[in-house]
RNA sequence: UCCUCGGUAGCUCAAUGGUAGAGCAUUCGGCUGUUAACCGAAGGGUUGCAGGUUCGAGUCCUGCCCGAGGAGCCA
């Protein structure tokens, strides 16, 4: 490369370029002309930057080129930076030099437009709609979520143990499971990594997984993907009293990091600051009991031993300016493994999360049941295949000891902290009980 | 699986049972500071599919397909 050409500068870096030449490596966001200037926008994947074509003032060529110019042609630019209050964003780009790297092809032109478009044809066009501002605002947000959650349990001694996606089993029956053929053998997509975790706390006393889990269940809503992400810690020695004020500094952790480092991400998809400001610990915490009276209060149908419903959820949140952490559910709503409370046996040490504003639950956890004839006769009880379980009852027949831990499902928390209408577009290509493409 | 709403130009949407239209996008022309630029013109349609009622169906009826939201279930 010419060593005196210009540097090549990311457009979030622009201000720091003010009166010098720069090239930006990029594809064309929109133009607009007016005769003998043209306005082309740029994006390069970390911001926009109005340019300025000016016929008089650059070489026939260029600006013939620069009237070519279709949306997300891909192309090279060299030009001078200026400070200018009229240009969107207070800096723009006066080009001296354009390499067009692909024109798109007006005759085929890039179905995105800037105009409005509906669900469907977005998500068809999945693979291009991820180039918008709003979308990769989300995409960035996502990213801080997912980097804040490992920090923070990188930084509180937990080892990354990474779990299978391929199982010989379910952990909580098979009715929600992809089945897959494994070799002539039935094998399901994992849609927790709860009992390997446990299997690792007991190895390094303080462990994570995080990874795609998959339900395939025919669940319609804004709340549901068959695919999503999850973070799972697990903890050795630890019980449902040591797993809710974790689950509590995680959260307003991650929201902390967002605000302190993607403001502008939240800002750009018009998310209420404020309320995202304040999610911070303590949050307020209610017996299921208690949350049951709530409910019945607010004219919900529930009665004492159901699980909450999507409304439910929405009621309870609606009457707290912060996530709610709800705990001990009756355990006949639980999973086999949840260990009951001791001074109540028809309740569970468990926990849920759930987010303000109706975004409904983000955690789901408690104390494992440590007690090797407990276990066995709760998986009894639920009908599961024993065989399957039998390494999983070796956890407690070598060393068993009280652990606890939680999962949190990575798109519902974007979901909130973005303010989106939908968890669809909280992760790159959603795939959801209608939608497997692209 | 159930309930509700929807499917008309590339996109977003109009159209009392009576000649299928607008905006955006595309093409052509105009404009030296535009801000989803603007102004003028042109091209663009098997109204989701299959039947039925009617002199006449985008519109009414039946079945199916596809989508959206919600319920159930869950993170």
Not at 349 to 354: N, T, W
Request: charged share 25%; net charge negative.
């Amino acid at each position: 490369m010419d060593p005196n050409s210009p540097p090549k500068v990311e457009i979030r870096n622009v201000h720091q370029h003010v009166d010098q030449e720069v090239v930006i490596e990029g594809w064309l966001y929109n133009l607009r002309e007016s005769g003998k200037i043209l306005f082309p926008i740029f994006r390069d994947g970390t911001g926009l930057i109005q340019g300025v074509v000016v016929k008089s003032a650059v070489a026939p060529e260029v600006f013939a080129n620069g009237r070519e110019l279709t949306q997300e042609s891909s192309l090279r630019v060299t030009g001078k930076v200026r400070a200018e209050p009229r240009a969107p964003g207070g800096f723009e780009l006066g080009v001296t030099a354009l390499e067009v790297v692909q024109l798109v092809p007006a005759d085929h032109a890039y179905p995105i437009t800037p105009k409005d478009h509906g669900v469907e044809f977005l998500m068809d066009h999945r693979h291009l709609w991820l180039r918008s501002t709003r979308q990769r605002a989300i995409l960035g947000v996502r990213h801080e979520i997912i980097k804040a959650c490992r920090d923070f349990f990188d930084d509180r001694g937990f080892t990354l143990v990474d779990t299978p996606i391929l199982t010989p089993s379910a952990c909580e029956g098979t009715t929600t499971l992809f089945e897959v053929d494994y070799f002539d053998e039935k094998a399901y997509l994992t849609q927790s990594g709860q009992l390997y975790n446990e299997a690792a706390a007991m190895a390094v006393g303080k462990t994570y997984c995080f990874g795609p889990t998959f339900r395939a269940e025919k669940s319609k809503t804004r709340r549901h993907l068959t695919e999503f992400w999850m973070i799972e810690p697990e903890v050795a020695y630890a019980g449902l009293d040591d797993i809710m004020p974790l689950a509590e500094e995680l959260v307003a952790f991650v929201v902390r990091r967002v605000l302190d480092h993607r403001r502008a991400e939240i800002e750009t998809l018009g998310r209420d600051i404020a309320k995202l400001e304040a999610c911070t610990a303590p949050f307020p915490r209610l017996t299921y009991d208690e949350a049951v009276e709530i409910l019945i209060e607010k004219g919900s149908e529930i009665t004492w031993g159901g699980d909450f419903g999507g409304t439910d959820e929405t009621l309870l949140s609606e009457k707290f300016d912060r996530p709610v952490i709800v705990h001990r559910y009756p355990s006949q709503v639980k999973a086999f493994y949840m260990a009951p409370d001791t001074a109540r046996p028809e309740v569970a040490l468990c926990v849920d999360v759930l987010a303000p504003e109706g975004y409904g639950e983000i955690i789901g956890g408690g104390e494992r049941l440590a007690d090797y004839d407990l276990l066995l006769s709760r998986i009894e009880e639920a009908k599961l295949p024993r065989e399957a379980f039998e390494w999983y009852l070796d956890l407690r027949r070598y060393g068993t000891v009280p652990h606890a831990g939680f999962g949190m499902g990575i798109e519902r928390v974007v979901a909130w902290i973005c303010g989106l209408e939908h968890v669809r577009e909280t992760i790159p290509f959603p795939r959801m009980l209608n939608r497997l493409t692209p």
